[in-house]
């Protein structure tokens, strides 16, 4: 009895250090750089390592995000286009939602299994698991709307007649001022109305 209950005591003691294990999980903040029209991912690998996952896999759900072609290097990615590191920081971080983290408990201490042809996340640390294919969904639908304080990556198509720059992102119409026409720029924004939204400009990344 003894034994049981310094085994328990020792059990518990350990418990929290799992809980400790989750600060570890950092995804470093990619490191990205242009060349030319190409943009390289510098730590890629390093990203895959947090991950834990196949680097094929996240590569590709990348480049189906992103809209672009690209492959992997060694330990870099390259993607044809030009991104901003808090875009491709978007996308990792919905894919650690999606592919990495546990819904019931949180934790990134998961795998994915094929479990009748449908991918599905497993927890280690929990034993919850979830199909990936119906949380995506889910994810999708709302992804589409323009909304207030979040702040999107457009290109400036035409010049509005009070100065505005003004760009199309899916049925929405944004204007932003101080801007020109072919600017590929960050904004914020700050008011929708229908389809009409207007944002500040945040930064200019082309
Ligand atoms: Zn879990």
Redesign the pocket.
């Known amino acids: 009895m003894d034994d049981y209950e310094a085994f328990l005591d020792r059990a518990l003691k350990q418990a929290p250090a799992v809980k400790t294990d989750d600060t570890r999980f950092v995804v470093p903040m990619p490191k990205i750089f242009s060349e030319g029209r190409t943009t390289v991912l510098e730590n890629f690998g390093d990203i895959v390592d947090v991950l834990r996952r196949d680097a094929e896999h996240f590569m590709k759900y990348l480049l189906r995000e992103l809209g672009t072609a690209g492959k992997i290097e060694g330990r870099r990615a390259t993607f044809q286009g030009r991104f901003s590191s808090d875009v491709i920081k978007s996308h990792v971080d919905s894919y650690v939602e999606e592919y990495v983290i546990?819904s019931?408990?949180g934790?990134p201490d998961?795998h994915l299994i094929k479990s009748d042809r449908v991918l599905m996340l497993k927890?280690d640390?929990?034993?919850?698991h979830r199909p990936i294919a119906k949380r995506r969904v889910q994810k999708e639908a709302p992804k589409e709307a323009v909304r207030e304080g979040e702040v999107y990556e457009i290109k400036i198509e035409a010049i509005g007649r009070k100065g505005d720059g003004i760009a199309k992102l899916d049925k929405y119409t944004i204007f932003v001022p101080n801007v020109s026409k072919g600017d590929i720029v960050k904004v914020k924004v700050k008011k929708v109305s229908g389809t009409l939204a207007f944002a500040d400009l945040v930064e200019r990344v082309s």
Do not use: F, I, K, L
């Open positions: 546990c019931e408990c934790r998961t927890c640390a929990c034993g919850g």
